[in-house]
């Protein structure tokens, strides 16, 4: 069994930042590329960022220059810095690991979400 907790989520006001954290658990044998996706109300799930094993990373153009996003392989762990934050980037925001198991398979693991709100 494989576990994504999300962290660091809350209510921040226009022009400030959050980081949040997403750390994998559980029957992990390697983990291939870890990102982030959001979905605000009312809108479909998008990608926000994502980095593969190797550090390679890539941005929606929307937060491209305000958003970081950076892992730990030692400790399966992905972060997401967001500087700069908007209103329109208030949404639930989801870790997504894809990642094999000892076992041999491939599962692409999701965590619980965790909303970021972003008003004065």
């Known amino acids: 069994q494989v576990q994504l907790v999300e962290s660091g989520g809350g209510l921040v006001q226009p022009g400030g930042s959050l980081r949040l954290s997403c750390a994998a658990s559980?029957?992990?044998?390697?983990?291939?590329?870890m990102g982030w996706y959001r979905q605000a109300p009312g809108k479909q799930r998008e990608l926000v960022a994502a980095i593969t094993s190797g550090g390679r990373t890539n941005y929606a153009d929307s937060v491209k220059g305000r958003f970081t996003i950076s892992r730990d392989n030692a400790k399966n762990t992905v972060y997401l810095q967001m500087n700069s934050l908007k209103p329109e980037d208030t949404a639930v925001y989801y870790c997504?690991?894809?990642?094999?198991?000892?076992?041999?398979?491939?599962?692409?693991?999701w965590g619980q979400g965790t909303l970021v709100t972003v008003s004065s």
């Open positions: 997504n690991a894809d990642l094999r198991t000892p076992y041999g398979n491939a599962l692409d693991a």
């Open positions: 559980g029957s992990i044998f390697g983990i291939n590329a």
